[in-house]
């Protein structure tokens, strides 16, 4: 398409994803992407390969886009840096063509007994204790070639995660997912994936949670406050550029119990969405894992300030029980991967019919399209051609 064409598609494609999330009438139901590695396979190509090589990931991302034409792709090609962490040394990627499947070791930067040492000077702790951890040729007199060819490599990997943004607005009409704002950073989730890792959170609040909480302190001066702060200062309403105004990634909720919860994540979530919602943002939520059994803490947010992207929580008991809140999700990836065209279809107009009537539905796969597994490529297709002619 040309550049008017594709400029013109963009503008619809936002305004009809944002008039979804706003529960707003619309004549059909958005499509987007969550497929990450399937993206390769399905294009078929190792994931050793594409990952290694910019102009082949280009080419998957093109080819995906143009043979199923989502409304939004979450994945452009850019999630795993898999070159800069290389470069730097970094063992934590595991990538195995065999099983075509990649895999990210959980390293976590330092030991319960650490953390108080963490709080007490954050960056001395990372320089001396925590960068050794995780990059064997770190400390004492290193090669300082490594880290500059690390440095060079970060920026091709952000020359091309720009690249794609223009090519696929440019040539595809693709809108962008949100604003270029990044929320205030929550101390427990820094704490999940890298300071003290799964396992490590999960002894922290069990054993002298006193440790975690002046870490946590330490980090929210550093971070948290002033993020929230700045946040504020951005002017009220919606921008009419991005489909979504903010977006998020929750992982840690998945290891909490309710008291936990209530003590390490509610307090400095409660007020990024209580200011969502008093500037008329939308904030895009995706809760790795769960998060209905959390339904309560979101049930008095207005419509129109919050998306979940579910993974595993079902959408139909999701709507039931939180009807202010927009869904994305819904395509089962069992189903896509293993049913017929026909089960593909007829959950897919059952979502229509019964969740997206009324708006605040978003159709995508229920799982990170991972592996192979996770879908047939007819299957796809039937979805695609369902959904982009179905009409409300």
Same mark, same amino acid.
């Given at each position: 398409?040309?550049?008017?064409?594709?400029?013109?598609?963009?503008?619809? *494609?936002?305004?009809?994803?944002?008039?979804?999330?706003?529960?707003?009438?619309?004549?059909?139901?958005?499509?987007?992407?969550?497929?990450?590695?399937?993206?390769?396979?399905?294009?078929?190509?190792?994931?050793?390969?594409?990952?290694?090589?910019?102009?082949?990931?280009?080419?998957?991302?093109?080819?995906?886009?143009?043979?199923?034409?989502?409304?939004?792709?979450?994945?452009?090609?850019?999630?795993?840096?898999?070159?800069?962490?290389?470069?730097?040394?970094?063992?934590?990627?595991?990538?195995?063509?065999?099983?075509?499947?990649?895999?990210?070791?959980?390293?976590?930067?330092?030991?319960?007994?650490?953390?108080?040492?963490?709080?007490a000077d954050y960056w001395k702790f990372i320089w001396?204790?925590?960068?050794?951890?995780?990059?064997?040729?770190?400390?004492?007199?290193?090669?300082?070639?490594?880290?500059?060819?690390?440095?060079?490599?970060?920026?091709?990997?952000?020359?091309?995660?720009?690249?794609?943004?223009?090519?696929?607005?440019?040539?595809?009409?693709?809108?962008?997912?949100?604003?270029?704002?990044?929320?205030?950073?929550?101390?427990?989730?820094?704490?999940?994936?890298?300071?003290?890792?799964?396992?490590?959170?999960?002894?922290?609040? *069990? *054993?002298?949670?006193?440790?975690l909480e002046a870490f946590i302190e330490t980090y929210?001066?550093?971070?948290?406050?002033?993020?929230?702060?700045?946040?504020?200062?951005?002017?009220?309403?919606?921008?009419?550029?991005?489909?979504?105004?903010?977006?998020?990634?929750?992982?840690?909720?998945?290891?909490?119990?309710?008291?936990?919860?209530?003590?390490?994540?509610?307090?400095?979530?409660?007020?990024?969405?209580?200011?969502?919602?008093?500037?008329?943002?939308?904030?895009?939520?995706?809760?790795?894992?769960?998060?209905?059994?959390?339904?309560?803490?979101?049930?008095?947010?207005?419509?129109?300030?919050?998306?979940?992207?579910?993974?595993?929580?079902?959408?139909?008991?999701?709507?039931?029980?939180?009807?202010?809140?927009?869904?994305?999700?819904?395509?089962?990836?069992?189903?896509?991967?293993?049913?017929?065209?026909?089960?593909?279809?007829?959950?897919?107009?059952?979502?229509?019919?019964?969740?997206?009537?009324?708006?605040?539905?978003?159709?995508?796969?229920?799982?990170?399209?991972?592996?192979?597994?996770?879908?047939?490529?007819?299957?796809?297709?039937?979805?695609?051609?369902?959904?982009?002619?179905?009409?409300?």
């Amino acid at each position: 398409m040309d550049a008017k064409q594709s400029e013109e598609l963009r503008k619809e *494609r936002t305004k009809l994803i944002r008039d979804t999330v706003a529960f707003n009438k619309t004549n059909r139901v958005p499509h987007v992407s969550m497929f990450q590695l399937w993206q390769v396979l399905d294009y078929g190509c190792k994931l050793s390969e594409a990952m290694r090589d910019y102009d082949l990931m280009e080419k998957v991302v093109r080819t995906h886009q143009e043979r199923y034409n989502f409304d939004l792709l979450v994945n452009t090609g850019v999630r795993n840096p898999f070159n800069v962490y290389e470069a730097i040394g970094c063992k934590s990627y595991q990538i195995d063509d065999e099983k075509e499947s990649i895999n990210h070791q959980d390293i976590f930067y330092c030991e319960h007994d650490e953390l108080e040492e963490l709080a007490a000077d954050y960056w001395k702790f990372i320089w001396e204790k925590g960068m050794p951890k995780k990059y064997p040729f770190w400390g004492g007199d290193f090669d300082l070639d490594i880290l500059q060819k690390a440095i060079d490599e970060r920026n091709r990997y952000f020359a091309f995660a720009g690249h794609m943004s223009t090519v696929l607005r440019e040539e595809y009409g693709h809108p962008t997912y949100c604003r270029p704002l990044m929320p205030p950073a929550i101390a427990v989730e820094n704490a999940f994936s890298y300071v003290r890792g799964i396992k490590g959170l999960g002894i922290d609040m *069990r *054993r002298d949670p006193e440790k975690l909480e002046a870490f946590i302190e330490t980090y929210n001066q550093m971070n948290y406050y002033p993020q929230l702060e700045a946040l504020k200062s951005v002017p009220d309403g919606q921008d009419p550029e991005v489909c979504m105004d903010m977006a998020t990634t929750f992982l840690c909720q998945n290891i909490m119990n309710t008291k936990q919860w209530d003590k390490y994540y509610w307090p400095y979530l409660k007020p990024i969405l209580d200011l969502m919602e008093e500037k008329g943002w939308s904030y895009s939520i995706f809760p790795e894992g769960t998060i209905l059994r959390f339904k309560d803490y979101f049930a008095d947010y207005k419509k129109g300030t919050l998306a979940f992207m579910l993974e595993m929580d079902d959408c139909f008991e999701f709507r039931k029980e939180l009807p202010n809140c927009a869904i994305m999700g819904g395509m089962d990836s069992v189903i896509l991967g293993s049913g017929t065209k026909e089960d593909c279809v007829d959950l897919v107009k059952r979502l229509c019919d019964e969740i997206a009537r009324d708006g605040g539905f978003i159709l995508t796969q229920s799982k990170i399209g991972t592996f192979r597994a996770d879908g047939k490529r007819e299957n796809l297709e039937a979805v695609c051609d369902f959904i982009q002619n179905y009409r409300m």
